[in-house]
């Protein structure tokens, strides 16, 4: 089923741990986002890419790192977790920048 | 700064129609998003408007006004499955999406 997955679905994580959150799309989209949902804040993007091969931070990039090796797939690393990185975590691309966005169905994190 | 301003909360009643504001300023502007999204599931989209005036979709309309910085979300015909939240977000002049905390709105029969 074309589409956009994420792996974990949820995940309790030890502080000071490394995590990585996977995302990978089958839709041949050229942008792709990682986004964090809080509870009565919006969507706020963490990182994102236009294309393959490139990578740009958004709002809240600090704690947290991307690559983008291909088209698919674009994980997000954190790379010693702290609790204020709880969250829930969607991944999400698009065609191109200025289409509207598909989302994954969220990986909802909890660091202890 | 940039800023996307919609209520916290709304209570409509099944078979109602029910008008979800949002009031935004952002650093430039290429379009403005509504996106639905259930409890414990991801957003999905429902409307794009680029152009002023109103985008009709079925039951869903959506309504954009550049001057003022106001879009609006139509729901005619509520029905108990319109339970959710809708997201605002507006592209700025970077192609980046700003998004508003999201109008939860429960439906009562």
């Known amino acids: 089923i074309a589409g956009i997955t994420q792996a974990p679905t949820s995940q309790i994580l030890a502080a000071g741990r490394r995590m990585t959150l996977r995302c990978t799309q089958d839709?041949?989209?050229?942008?792709m986002y990682w986004y964090r949902q809080d509870l009565g804040l919006g969507l706020r993007l963490i990182h994102y890419s236009n294309t393959a091969g490139t990578t740009g931070k958004g709002e809240v990039p600090d704690g947290y790192s991307v690559s983008r090796a291909n088209t698919d797939d674009f994980p997000l690393t954190l790379a010693s977790a702290v609790p204020s990185q709880t969250s829930v975590y969607f991944c999400?691309?698009?065609?191109?920048?200025?289409?509207?966005?598909?989302f994954g169905q969220g990986t909802r994190l909890t660091v202890v | 700064g940039q800023n996307i301003d919609q209520p916290t909360e709304m209570t409509a009643t099944e078979g109602a129609i029910v008008q979800i504001n949002c009031t935004y300023q952002?650093?430039?502007?290429?379009?403005l998003f509504w996106y639905q999204q259930h409890a414990g599931e991801a957003p999905t989209f429902l409307s794009y408007n680029v152009l002023d005036g109103l985008e009709e979709k079925g039951r869903f309309s959506s309504f954009l006004s550049r001057s003022k910085g106001y879009s609006y979300l139509l729901l005619k015909e509520l029905q108990m499955k319109d339970s959710a939240s809708y997201l605002c977000a507006v592209m700025d002049s970077n192609y980046q999406l700003i998004w508003g905390a999201g109008t939860k709105l429960i439906i009562k029969p």
């Open positions: 999400a691309s698009s065609p191109q920048g200025n289409t509207e966005a598909f």
């Open positions: 839709m041949r989209h050229n942008a």
């Open positions: 952002t650093s430039g502007f290429n379009g």
